[in-house]
Protein backbone atom coordinates (compact mmCIF):
# COMPACT_ATOMS: atom_id res chain seq x y z
CA UNK A 1 0.00 0.00 0.00
CA UNK A 2 0.97 3.50 -0.97
CA UNK A 3 1.65 5.14 2.38
CA UNK A 4 3.55 8.82 1.19
CA UNK A 5 1.29 10.89 -1.26
CA UNK A 6 2.33 14.87 -2.57
CA UNK A 7 -0.32 17.60 -2.67
CA UNK A 8 0.17 20.82 -4.24
CA UNK A 9 -0.28 24.24 -1.76
CA UNK A 10 -1.42 26.97 -3.93
CA UNK A 11 -0.70 30.55 -2.46
CA UNK A 12 -4.10 32.73 -3.04
CA UNK A 13 -5.64 36.11 -2.36
CA UNK A 14 -7.34 34.07 0.71
CA UNK A 15 -4.31 32.35 1.79
CA UNK A 16 -3.05 28.63 1.22
CA UNK A 17 -5.26 26.53 -0.13
CA UNK A 18 -4.91 22.69 -1.68
CA UNK A 19 -4.51 22.62 -5.04
CA UNK A 20 -7.42 20.07 -6.51
CA UNK A 21 -7.63 20.23 -10.44
CA UNK A 22 -8.03 22.38 -13.50
CA UNK A 23 -11.39 23.29 -13.64
CA UNK A 24 -12.82 25.46 -17.39
CA UNK A 25 -10.91 26.97 -19.78
CA UNK A 26 -7.69 25.39 -17.17
CA UNK A 27 -8.95 28.20 -14.53
CA UNK A 28 -6.79 26.41 -11.20
CA UNK A 29 -9.42 24.64 -8.78
CA UNK A 30 -8.53 24.69 -5.20
CA UNK A 31 -10.02 23.13 -1.88
CA UNK A 32 -9.82 24.75 2.04
CA UNK A 33 -8.79 21.05 3.04
CA UNK A 34 -6.72 18.20 2.88
CA UNK A 35 -9.88 15.75 1.95
CA UNK A 36 -10.14 18.04 -1.49
CA UNK A 37 -6.66 17.69 -2.24
CA UNK A 38 -5.72 16.10 -5.46
CA UNK A 39 -2.88 13.57 -3.91
CA UNK A 40 0.21 12.49 -6.28
CA UNK A 41 1.76 9.73 -6.35
CA UNK A 42 5.64 10.11 -5.42
CA UNK A 43 6.82 7.11 -7.77
CA UNK A 44 4.83 9.51 -11.43
CA UNK A 45 7.18 12.38 -11.46
CA UNK A 46 5.90 12.93 -14.46
CA UNK A 47 2.07 13.98 -13.46
CA UNK A 48 3.73 16.02 -10.68
CA UNK A 49 5.74 17.88 -13.36
CA UNK A 50 2.83 18.52 -15.65
CA UNK A 51 1.04 20.20 -13.17
CA UNK A 52 4.18 21.47 -12.03
CA UNK A 53 4.11 23.01 -15.22
CA UNK A 54 0.35 24.33 -15.62
CA UNK A 55 0.63 26.39 -12.49
CA UNK A 56 4.07 28.32 -13.25
CA UNK A 57 2.72 29.16 -17.09
CA UNK A 58 -0.46 30.39 -14.35
CA UNK A 59 1.84 32.54 -12.95
CA UNK A 60 0.71 30.42 -9.45
CA UNK A 61 2.93 30.52 -6.51
CA UNK A 62 2.54 26.90 -4.98
CA UNK A 63 4.69 24.43 -3.00
CA UNK A 64 4.86 20.58 -2.72
CA UNK A 65 4.04 18.72 0.40
CA UNK A 66 4.03 15.26 1.78
CA UNK A 67 1.09 13.56 2.90
CA UNK A 68 1.64 10.18 5.29
CA UNK A 69 -0.84 7.73 6.14
CA UNK A 70 -0.62 5.13 8.46
CA UNK A 71 -0.03 1.95 7.04
CA UNK A 72 -2.24 0.34 9.96
CA UNK A 73 -5.26 1.81 11.27
CA UNK A 74 -5.82 3.33 14.32
CA UNK A 75 -8.56 1.62 15.15
CA UNK A 76 -10.38 -1.35 13.27
CA UNK A 77 -14.42 -1.86 12.86
CA UNK A 78 -15.99 1.22 14.84
CA UNK A 79 -19.19 1.42 15.35
CA UNK A 80 -20.40 5.17 14.36
CA UNK A 81 -22.46 5.76 17.71
CA UNK A 82 -18.78 5.41 19.36
CA UNK A 83 -17.67 8.72 17.08
CA UNK A 84 -20.09 10.74 18.75
Do not use: W
Request: aromatic letters at 8%; charged letters at 20%; a positive charge.
Amino acid sequence: MQTISVVFVVKTSSGERFFCGFGKKQSVLTSLTLTGAKLYMPNLPSHIEKTKEILSKKKKTFSLHFVNLAPEPIQKNIELDQLN
